[in-house]
């Protein structure tokens, strides 16, 4: 989609309409650019009663419409980056997630991964099933290469569990394998970073933004008449034509959707279980199970098995987790609907 391609009609009379993108969120506030200027604008009411995951809640990398500066609408999502309400844990076991959309428009979704302490396949696993539920395109970046003589012992090991996933050592600090990144970052492409606190996402996004990011990210505003305001701005557009989505705080990562990601994080395991006698077997001792056996001969490591079914409880409690929230809606609104009948009943406009 072309930024600049907005309508803009009859000057005095009807509202000026434009399409813009969000390229921040703050509370109810949205900082949004048609590509020439950016302004900090506020949503039309629809927009904010509609709070269900499925509304469509303007978030960073929206495409909206814009009438008279303010948003109206938003534009159908190609997918969305999508996390659980931090701090959900520790909650009781019926309340139900809640959606968060962290990026929404997505080419590619970046995987950032330190070879220090921070190196884990068992977590690189998980945003790939929590990329792939999104219906985004993962692509590891394994940040610190220069920790190590050589990084290559890495990027076999993470082949290993992220099978046709482009897997690229980068050093930000030395500038080391940031040109093989280029193919992701064109023009028109929207990339967004996940990974843990200190993984190296901010140093990468100065390295591929070419300037200290504070003078990148600053903006100023107004809303409405004359109220200046400086916010930050989580999309950054890059030199190279790009933009790059970094939020803070991914930390805390919840299985949304669930529709069984970790097909895609599994595949050979995945392969095995239909080779498994019973079909709903589930790996943990059955007779004829094709997935044990794959652990007796060497071919399945036991660690990456756990890891597998882990994940499958995980996204069982979510799914769980998801229905009751479904039911409970429901009878909300029948609720709602047999209170509307009580009142219309006293009003007479229905007889019994
Ligand atoms: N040796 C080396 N250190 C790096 C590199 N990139 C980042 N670091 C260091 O790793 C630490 C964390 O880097 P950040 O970029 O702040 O990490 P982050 O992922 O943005 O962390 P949060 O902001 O907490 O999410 C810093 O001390 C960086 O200097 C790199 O390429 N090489
Ligand atoms: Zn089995």
Redesign the pocket.
């Known amino acids: 989609m072309d930024i600049n391609n907005h309508k803009q009609t009859d000057i005095n009379q009807s509202p000026i309409e434009k399409t813009a993108r969000v390229t921040g969120v703050r509370k109810n506030f949205f900082l949004v650019s048609d590509g020439e200027t950016e302004a900090l604008t506020t949503a039309s009411g629809k927009l904010y009663k509609q709070t269900d995951e499925n509304g469509l809640f303007p978030a960073t990398g929206d495409w909206v419409h814009l009438t008279d500066g303010r948003i109206t609408s938003v534009l159908p999502r190609k997918n969305a980056l999508s996390r659980g309400a931090a701090g959900r844990q520790g909650k009781k076991e019926n309340t139900p997630v809640r959606t968060q959309i962290i990026a929404a428009n997505l080419d590619w979704v970046f995987i950032v991964c330190g070879l220090d302490r921070d190196f884990n396949l068992r977590r690189i696993e998980r945003y790939l099933t929590l990329v792939y539920n999104c219906g985004c395109t993962p692509v590891i970046i394994l940040s610190k290469a220069d920790l190590h003589d050589s990084p290559e012992p890495f990027v076999l090991e993470v082949g290993s569990v992220a099978f046709g996933v482009p897997v690229h050592p980068v050093s930000s600090v030395h500038k080391d394998g940031i040109a093989a990144l280029a193919p992701y970052l064109g023009k028109g492409q929207t990339v967004a970073l996940l990974g843990s606190s200190g993984a190296g996402k901010s140093t990468l996004v100065n390295c591929l933004a070419g300037e200290e990011i504070q003078a990148t990210r600053e903006v100023s505003s107004h809303v409405g008449k004359g109220v200046h305001t400086t916010t930050t701005r989580d999309l950054i557009r890059l030199p190279t034509g790009g933009a790059l989505i970094d939020n803070p705080g991914i930390r805390e990562i919840a299985f949304w959707d669930v529709d069984d990601g970790s097909d895609s994080a599994f595949p050979e395991i995945e392969a095995?279980?239909n080779e498994?006698?019973?079909s709903d077997?589930?790996?943990s001792g059955?007779p004829?199970?094709?997935?044990?056996e794959a652990c007796r001969t060497g071919e399945l490591d036991i660690e990456r098995l756990e890891s597998y079914l882990k994940q499958k409880r995980e996204l069982a409690y979510l799914s769980d987790r998801q229905t009751k929230s479904a039911d409970r809606i429901e009878k909300e609104r029948w609720q709602w609907v047999a209170q509307e009948m009580k009142q219309m009943k006293k009003r007479g406009q229905i007889k019994r």
């Open positions: 095995w279980a498994c006698r019973f077997c589930s790996h059955e004829g199970c094709r997935v044990r």
